[in-house]
């Protein structure tokens, strides 16, 4: 039988999709419309940027950011055309692929990285008090950590 959700937490629940969905397509936009990105290309050059060597094998790109391998094999494709990112074989084992960040997907990062800071503030943070941004921190913390405990059982 399914336990319904009652008025605060559907409220609750409806409130974090329509902020998150929001804030995401506010940034997105304004990635995209300076400089020609998308949030999720902002997102594999975060992720490489802040990996060892700049480099990630494949496989744990995905599962970083969520993605299918098909998914993120087709967000490479385009970033690898704009050269911010290469495919290289891994030295050891030629069947496992790294995503490596360029040069130039570092410029780009590093010139993008300014506005979406900017973003992340005008968008969310400046809508809430330091209280409340600690207690969003600490409850979806909560939240992650409780799923990933779950999962490993």
């Not at 400089?35 to 494949?58: N, P, Q, W």
């Not at 970083?64 to 490479?76: C, D, E, Q, V």
């Not at 084992?93 to 790294?98: E, I, K, Q, S």
């Amino acid at each position: 039988m399914v336990k319904w959700l009652d008025e605060e937490e559907m409220n609750a629940w409806r409130g974090l999709v329509d902020v998150f969905s929001d804030v995401e397509a506010s940034l997105g936009g304004e990635l995209v419309e300076t400089f020609g990105i998308s949030h999720g290309d902002y997102a594999v050059l975060v992720a490489l940027s802040e990996a060892t060597g700049h480099k990630h094998r494949m496989c744990d790109l995905a599962s970083l950011l969520h993605l299918s391998p098909s998914g993120l094999t087709r967000r490479l494709d385009g970033l690898v055309k704009k050269g911010f990112v290469a495919r290289e074989p891994l030295p050891d084992d030629r069947r496992v692929t790294l995503a490596v960040l360029t040069a130039k997907g570092m410029a780009k990062l590093e010139k993008a990285a300014p506005l979406h800071v900017d973003g992340v503030r005008r968008h969310l943070l400046d809508h809430l008090s330091r209280t409340q941004i600690r207690q969003l921190g600490a409850v979806l913390s909560t939240v992650q950590r409780r799923r990933l405990a779950a999962a490993e059982e």
